[in-house]
């Protein structure tokens, strides 16, 4: 199992980022998918989750209405689409499958939040 996360970077407070996480080595289609996230400092956070086949979503309440989690079952991938970034989303953003009770993380991408 492999789980590659990209799409961070630096953004100005109001902007936006689509992170992707690209998984391999299981049946995509058959699992939740979800996105944490770690502040320096602080414990990793649920952000969203997505259902195997997406028609169930999940957002932690500091997102709601801004964030948009979604995957693409033929390409084995899942995104997560942040608008309207605050200083306080600032965060390694993990992707995570958990198989036959078994976590598995990316290795995390960084996002910045700051004029």
């Known amino acids: 199992v492999q789980l590659v996360e990209s799409g961070g970077g630096l953004v ?7 992170l992707s996480c690209a998984a391999s080595g299981f049946t995509f ?7 944490y996230r770690q502040a320096a400092g602080k414990e990793r956070e649920l952000v969203a989750s997505i259902s195997s086949l ?6 932690a309440d500091p997102v709601k209405g801004r964030f948009t989690i979604s995957r693409d079952n ?3 991938a899942v995104y997560l689409q ?3 970034l605050r ?3 600032t965060a390694v953003y993990y992707c995570r499958a958990q198989i036959l009770s078994r ?11 700051s004029s």
């Open 74 to 76: 033929a390409k084995n």
């Open 12 to 18: 100005q407070p109001g902007g936006s980022l689509r």
């Open 29 to 35: 289609s058959s699992y939740a998918m979800r996105w």
């Open 103 to 113: 976590d598995y993380w990316g290795q995390g991408t960084q996002v910045t939040v």
């Open 82 to 84: 942040m608008n309207s």
């Open 87 to 89: 200083p306080e989303d």
């Open 54 to 59: 997406g028609g169930t979503t999940f957002y």
